[in-house]
T-cell receptor, first 114, second 114 residues
Framework: DTAVSQTPKYLVTQMGNDKSIKCEQNLGHDTMYWYKQDSKKFLKIMFSYNNKELIINETVPNRFSPKSPDKAHLNLHINSLELGDSAVYFC?????????????FGQGTRLTVV | AQSVSQHNHHVILSEAASLELGCNYSYGGTVNLFWYVQYPGQHLQLLLKYFSGDPLVKGIKGFEAEFIKSKFSFNLRKPSVQWSDTAEYFCAARSGGGYQKVTFGTGTKLQVIP
């Protein structure tokens, strides 16, 4: 029973296309995140939502647009894909009010732009 | 700015050797600290975490870490590594509070030779 699930696991697409990655968590958490892991394995936060509201928005091109229809889902839509967008994207979730909680990660979506 | 540093980028050990991976953070105030492991092709899994209390934290699979506040360090240790420990290890930190973003170090690739 997967706690944080992402779809698809692999995504290969051409430059200029628009694509979406979906994320769902069944942990009852109210905060969700998107992280990008580049080819050197460096993990960098992109966005965070709490109860469907954007609370963290790092310096990310506006081609990336997160959408949270409810607190259990956080989708990532990417417009006009570029070669440099190739990376592994991880979704994560945690609780807002709990201090002693960690982030749980999904299995990642490996995006390859050709 | 808040940051996490991992100075060992690639570590190669023989089975049964002892392991210590360095991690330093630069945060003021209350800090939560984590070690995550990423096995090849897998998602991030939590090895251990420190929030407060005993600075020596024991995690899964025989790993432990020691929080030394005066050194701003949270080094990961294991007395005897196994081939199955081959993975990427990430140190991470967060300002106290479950909603705060987690900042990751650049990771240490551990290769254990049988």
């Amino acid at each position: 029973d997967t706690a944080v699930s992402q779809t698809p696991k692999y995504l290969v697409t051409q430059m200029g296309n628009d694509k979406s990655i979906k994320c769902e968590q069944n942990l009852g958490h109210d905060t969700m995140y998107w992280y990008k892991q580049d080819s050197k394995k460096f993990l960098k936060i992109m966005f965070s939502y709490n109860n469907k509201e954007l609370i963290i928005n790092e310096t990310v091109p506006n081609r990336f647009s997160p959408k949270s229809p409810d607190k259990a889902h956080l989708n990532l839509h990417i417009n006009s894909l570029e070669l440099g967008d190739s990376a592994v994207y991880f979704c994560a979730s945690s609780t807002w009010t709990g201090r002693n909680t960690e982030a749980f990660f999904g299995q990642g979506t490996r995006l390859t732009v050709v | 700015a808040q940051s996490v540093s991992q100075h060992n980028h690639h570590v190669i050990l023989s089975e049964a050797a002892s392991l210590e991976l360095g991690c330093n953070y630069s945060y003021g105030g209350t800090v939560n600290l984590f070690w995550y492991v990423q096995y090849p092709g897998q998602h991030l899994q939590l090895l251990l975490k420190y929030f407060s209390g005993d600075p020596l934290v024991k995690g899964i699979k025989g790993f432990e870490a020691e929080f030394i506040k005066s050194k701003f360090s949270f080094n990961l240790r294991k007395p005897s590594v196994q081939w199955s420990d081959t993975a990427e290890y990430f140190c991470a930190a967060r300002s106290g509070g479950g909603y705060q973003k987690v900042t990751f170090g650049t990771g240490t690739k551990l290769q254990v030779i049988p």
